[in-house]
C-alpha cells in the first residue's frame, strides 16, 4: 500500500525516519527529547489495513515525556466508519476478567495461542497496571525497582453469538507504554512498539506520561477473524526501560451487529382487469357488437382474454351471464349501464 502524506507548519528543523519499522516525523530542534529551550513534536502515522491514521505528541520543552496532543486520520483517507444497520454491542468492557502473566518470564510466542494453557497465571479485573492509583488490578514489576520488567502478559476470553451478524468490529486500548494485541493468535493492534518481531526485553518506541496515560487508542478489526463461541484476545505491553515508572492495560471491544432486515410484504399478483366493464371487444365503446361477443362467451363459443371476461362481466359481479350480455345491449342503446360506464 502506498500513502502520501503532507505535512505543512513551521518549524526550525525536521527529519522523517523508517524507526524498526514504524516511519517517524520529527519536527522542532531535536529528535527525541526536546531541549530546555524549545518543544520538540513528534508524528506517529499508523497504517491499518487501508485505514491510515496519526498521533501528534510534544514533549514539555523541560526533557520530560512526549504528551500525545491530538489524533485524526489522513485528509480524504478512508476512517472506520460503522454502517447504519446495526446496533452496537460490547463483548469486551472495563472491569472484566483477565489472566495475566507478570512475572518477567520470556513467554516467546506460544501464550497468545487458543490452546496455550494459562491455568496458571493469576487473574484480575481491568484495569491493570502498576504506578497510576487508578488499577483495579496491580500487576508486579519484579523485585528491582530500577529494572522493572519490560513486558506483562494478559489474556481474556470473550463470546460472541451469530458471528455472521457482525459486520464491524471496534477495538479500544489504553496503554501505557507501548502495546500489540492478537485475536484469536492473529495480530490486530501494534502502538508504540516497533514493527520487527518483539521478544520480552524489546522496549516501547516512546515514553507515555501525562494525559496520554489514559489515552484511548481505536483499531479496525476484521470480523472475519471472530469464530462462534468463545474467542480469545490476548495483549502484551512493553515498558520504555527497567526505570518507567508505571504500565497500565484496558481494553473494550464492540461490534455493529445487523438489525434485521424487515422482509417486504409481496406483491400481489395483479388482478386481470378490464378498462370499462362493458366493453368486451377492447375498442373503447360499447355496441350491441360488445353485446353478442358476450354471448358467445356464455355459449363458450369464444375463449375470452382476462381482460375481455372482466369487461363481459357487466355487473362486475364475478359471473358472465345472460343478464350482462342484455346489460351491454342496453348500456349500447344509452338504456343502461355497467358497472363503470364509459364516459
Known amino acids: ?20 519499522g514504524v516511519w517517524q516525523v520529527d519536527a522542532g530542534h531535536v529528535r527525541g527529547l526536546g531541549d530546555t529551550g524549545a518543544r520538540s513534536t513528534f508524528i506517529m502515522i499508523n497504517i491499518n489495513n487501508d485505514v491510515v491514521s496519526y498521533d501528534t505528541y510534544r514533549d514539555d520543552a523541560a526533557g520530560g515525556d512526549y504528551t500525545l496532543m491530538h489524533t485524526g486520520y489522513l485528509t480524504g483517507g478512508p476512517t472506520p466508519t460503522p454502517t447504519p444497520l446495526c446496533t452496537m454491542e460490547s463483548f469486551i468492557n472495563t472491569g472484566d476478567y483477565w489472566f495475566y502473566r507478570d512475572d518477567g518470564s520470556d513467554q516467546g510466542t506460544a501464550w497468545r495461542d487458543l490452546l496455550f494453557d494459562d491455568t496458571g497465571w493469576v487473574f484480575g479485573p481491568s484495569q491493570l497496571g502498576y504506578g497510576d492509583g487508578d488499577e483495579a488490578t496491580v500487576v508486579s514489576y519484579g523485585p528491582d525497582p530500577n529494572q522493572k520488567f519490560i513486558t506483562t502478559y494478559f489474556r481474556h476470553w470473550f463470546e460472541v453469538t451469530a458471528v455472521s451478524e457482525i459486520n464491524v468490529l471496534t477495538l479500544e486500548l489504553l496503554r501505557d507504554d507501548g502495546g500489540i494485541v492478537y485475536l484469536n493468535g492473529n495480530e490486530i493492534a501494534r502502538t508504540n512498539m516497533p ?14 506520561g501525562g494525559a496520554s496515560e489514559s489515552s484511548w487508542h481505536e483499531f479496525a478489526v476484521d470480523p472475519a477473524l471472530v469464530v462462534d463461541g468463545w474467542n480469545l484476545m490476548a495483549v502484551e505491553i512493553h515498558q520504555i526501560s527497567g526505570t518507567s515508572s508505571d504500565i497500565s492495560m484496558d481494553m473494550t471491544v464492540r461490534g455493529c451487529r445487523l438489525l434485521d432486515t424487515p422482509t417486504p410484504a409481496p406483491t400481489p399478483s395483479p388482478v386481470p382487469g378490464c378498462v370499462h366493464h362493458g366493453d368486451v371487444n377492447l375498442d373503447g365503446i360499447i355496441s350491441t357488437g360488445d353485446a353478442q361477443f358476450a354471448f358467445f362467451i356464455i355459449l363458450s363459443m369464444i375463449s375470452p382474454t382476462p381482460e375481455e371476461a372482466c369487461a363481459a362481466d357487466c355487473n362486475g359481479d364475478g359471473s358472465i351471464t345472460s343478464g350482462d350480455a342484455q346489460s351491454i345491449f342496453g348500456a349500447a342503446l344509452e338504456m343502461d349501464d355497467c358497472l363503470d360506464p364509459l364516459p
Open 195 to 208: 514493527g520487527d518481531p518483539v521478544d520480552f526485553m524489546t522496549t516501547a518506541l516512546v515514553a507515555v
Open 1 to 20: 500500500m502506498n500513502v502520501l502524506a503532507y505535512l505543512t507548519g513551521h518549524t526550525h528543523n525536521y527529519s522523517i525516519v523508517d524507526i524498526t
